[in-house]
């Protein structure tokens, strides 16, 4: 049997053969022009910084800067946070406030309008303005004068949204007359839109001021006033001349004339017609009865 061959063995006086050369330390890499790391070069490892106290990491308050991918900072108020607990009765208790008040003034705005609505309703006192007025109105203190009466007196009426108002005419002879020794006439006006006294009180308290040759007298416990206008242009045994007389009464919304006149002249048969005294004195009275006459 052969056996393998034996290394002849190193003299005890030789030194030792060195080894394999050590590798030389690597070399960091070399900075270039390019952002980025060669493709051939591997990334530098990052060192860990050595020990020390603990630092908290801080972050930077806006994007950084050369970052395109940041959020730019937000300007403005921030949003409102939302209220809960007491904040929420609050809120609730202006809401209710709010409410009330919306209500409240709702409320006042109808009383003020039914207030004026009521204020400026027509006060018509219960009178109507009849078709037929004639039919309707006194005038018998002016027969024992005139004895003979008017079978055709003539009457008119008008219904409107703003004025209710009746009027007769009649003719009053005395016996033995063939025509007519005076005239009455009667108009009642119901204003349902406005006010007549501010114009009323101007036209009859002032007449005399506006008619030459009139007198006027204020009367008493008919309406709400009244006046009393008479003109006499008849001189005693005169032939000729006039006398006039008008009672205008007002009562609330609803004013009233009766008219008297007379008119003389040689033609005439009547050479003594009443006196104004008692001509005034024949309209209150039938003026008190007509008005009663026309309350519902």
């Not at 591997?42 to 940041?70: E, L, S």
């Not at 609730?92 to 409240?104: D, I, K, N, S």
Request: contains cysteine.
């Amino acid at each position: 049997m052969s056996t393998p061959p034996q290394q002849p063995a190193q003299p005890a006086d030789r030194p030792p053969q060195p080894g394999p050369p050590a590798q030389p330390p690597s070399v960091p890499p070399q900075p270039t022009a390019y952002p980025y790391p060669s493709p051939q070069s591997a990334p530098p490892v990052p060192q860990a910084p050595p020990p020390g106290p603990f630092q908290p990491p801080t972050t930077p308050a806006g994007p950084q800067a050369g970052n395109p991918y940041a959020q730019p900072p937000q300007y403005g108020p921030p949003p409102f946070p939302p209220t809960a607990g007491k904040s929420g009765g609050a809120g609730r208790a202006v809401l209710w406030a709010v409410v009330g008040a919306v209500a409240a003034s709702a409320v006042w705005a109808a009383g003020v309008f039914l207030i004026g609505a009521a204020a400026n309703a027509a006060d018509l006192r219960g009178y109507t303005a009849p078709s037929d007025l004639c039919s309707r109105a006194d005038y018998g203190s002016f027969k024992d004068e005139y004895t003979a009466s008017d079978s055709t007196p003539t009457h008119s009426s008008l219904k409107d949204h703003a004025l209710d108002e009746s009027y007769c005419s009649a003719s009053l002879k005395k016996s033995g007359s063939s025509y007519a020794d005076a005239y009455l006439s009667l108009q009642i006006d119901l204003h349902k839109k406005t006010d007549p006294a501010p114009e009323f009180t101007a036209t009859w308290k002032n007449y005399e001021r506006t008619h030459t040759g009139y007198d006027v007298g204020a009367v008493e416990d008919i309406g709400d006033e009244a006046y009393l206008v008479t003109q006499d242009t008849t001189t005693g045994t005169s032939s000729a001349g006039s006398r006039y007389a008008t009672l205008a009464v007002r009562d609330g919304w609803v004013t009233y004339t009766m008219t008297y006149s007379a008119y003389l002249s040689s033609y005439d048969p009547d050479k003594d017609p009443p006196k104004i005294d008692e001509i005034s004195d024949w309209l209150k009275t039938d003026t008190r009865n007509t008005l009663d006459r026309l309350k519902d």
